[in-house]
C-alpha cells in the first residue's frame, strides 16, 4: 500500500506561481515512478508531469517550458512548481505514484488560476 497527500494548491493570479508538494508514504520501495495529473471539469484525468526512480522527467507539452517536477527522497516528496500560470491551468490536480500493485492517487488539491 501507498498512501500519497498532497499540498500547495490554491488560487492565483494569471503569470503567477504555485509549487505542489505530494509525500509518500508506505511501501515506497515499489513505487516506479510519481507525478501529477490534473482534470478539468467535465474532462478526463490527463498527465502533466511524472519523474521516475533515476530522476527521468517527462511532462505534457502544454506545461514543459513553465512547471518543473523533482523528488527529494530523504522526505519521500515529489514537487511540482507551476511557473507563468495560465487560466487553462485551472484544474483539480491529483498527485500519483505508479508502484508494482498499480496505481495510487491522492485526492486532489484545486488549482485555481483567475484575475
Known amino acids: 500500500q501507498v498512501q500519497l497527500v498532497e499540498s500547495g494548491g490554491g488560487r492565483v493570479q494569471p503569470g503567477g506561481a504555485l509549487r505542489l508538494s505530494c509525500a509518500a508514504s508506505g511501501s515506497l520501495w515499489s513505487i516506479n515512478i510519481m507525478g501529477w495529473h490534473r482534470q478539468h471539469p467535465g474532462k478526463e484525468r490527463v498527465l502533466v508531469a511524472s519523474?521516475?526512480?533515476?530522476?527521468?522527467?517527462n511532462y505534457a507539452d502544454s506545461v514543459k517550458d513553465r512547471f518543473s517536477i523533482w523528488r527529494d527522497n530523504a522526505k519521500n516528496t515529489v514537487y511540482l512548481q507551476m511557473s507563468r500560470l495560465k487560466p487553462e491551468d485551472t484544474a483539480v490536480y491529483y498527485c500519483?505514484?505508479?508502484?508494482?500493485?498499480?496505481?495510487?492517487w491522492g485526492r486532489g488539491t484545486q488549482v485555481t488560476v483567475s484575475s
Open positions: 500519483f505514484a505508479q508502484s508494482m500493485y498499480g496505481p495510487y
Open positions: 519523474i521516475t526512480r533515476d530522476n527521468t522527467t
